[in-house]
């Protein structure tokens, strides 16, 4: 199954990391460490073959990949003799790097990222495209009627007004041009009634939001255990410190308040109340794509004895969220594949903030049955039945069974 991987964001830490290791992957040169799909639980028929992924995208950004790829080896970030010993390889998927559109109306904005789709899919015989987004964190949207409907949108868009962000324009042209979509930051992207309703007519599935892959991913861990040991979280406080383009953005107030919000949510959620304390992020330069996460927890247990958890975490992060970039485009088109349409909600174990019945527009009931939780073991459960459902799908039982 030749499936295109369209990059918004492609010449970013995460996007670069992505393609290497893909490439590395597809050549023999690095084996599949942080790929959950290829885990003996998961591994199976449905998903595309690392070589069959096909990398394209759109950037703001003009620096060649493999300049970008030099830097991260530079930083640590990946072996330096990978991007040596890829560098035909990247100048290929440099040349379907599109930069991103601009100019003109939003409408016109869009048609040029269809268009882009439909040549990307075309010059490389490609069963299908799955876009998907990880460039900057943008500021949460600004309401707008015309994202309570298809049909409002599409009248707002020909009257040449500016109603979505970028993430949602690209989220529009991905369905328009009937291609799945899934979004790796906190930005809208997909979640507005009136994409939501789109992709129910053109049929696809889109998964989100903002990847796991640092201090939420642990606190999705142990805030479980002290709600199965009936503990009770007194405060819960992070500050989490990291450089790169990603900690370049999340210095802007607008965005930062997008990440805090979509990192906070998990424990109310798990715990069933709000311990006290903060999340924080704040920007060090020094630290490049090397993300350094403190938090202290204080809890009580039996008549009141209080007692603490300290972690630190030091996390690479583009190298944490490459694989499961590769995991999701792998899942995702095997869901479309299946003609699995709307919010993939099997997908939460991947995401902060996951979708829900709340995001499922036209199509509640369809997949979205139940809230995906943030608890990391039942994530896992859900993730894995559906692996196995879509393998099942595909003629072979999956390598290890379901867990
Ligand atoms: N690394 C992780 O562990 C992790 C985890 C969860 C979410 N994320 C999210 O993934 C995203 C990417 O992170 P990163 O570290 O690669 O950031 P980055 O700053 O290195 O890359 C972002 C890229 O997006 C490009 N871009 C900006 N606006 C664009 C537009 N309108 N159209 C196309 N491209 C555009 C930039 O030029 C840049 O190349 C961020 O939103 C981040 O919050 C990362």
Known sequence: MRTGVWLVGARGSVATTSIVGALALRAGLTGPTGCVTELSELRGPAWPSFADLVFGGHDVAATPLAKRAEALA??????????AALGEELAAVDDDVRPAPVGGTQADRAAAVVADLAAFRGRHGLDRVVVVNVSATEPAARPHPAHAD???LAAALAAGEEVLPPSSLYAYAAFTAGCPYVDFTPSTGARLPALAALAARHAVPYAGHDGKTGETLLKSVLAPMFAMRHLAVRSWSGTNLLGGGDGATLAQPDANAAKVASKQR??????????????RIDYVEELGDFKTAWDLITFAGFLGTG???EFTWHGCDSAL?????????????AAHAAGRHGPLTDLAFFFKDPLGPADSGPDAGATADRAPGHALGEQWARLAAFAADLHAGAGTPPAGGAA
């Open 321 to 333: 969220a490459a694989p499961l970039v590769l995991d999701l485009a792998r899942i995702t088109a």
């Open 307 to 309: 007692m603490r958890l």
């Open 74 to 83: 530079d930083a640590g970030v990946v072996p330096a003799r990978l991007v």
């Open 150 to 152: 298809p049909d409002a």
């Open 266 to 279: 998990v424990l109310g959620e798990i715990l069933g109340y709000v311990p006290q304390g903060d999340t």
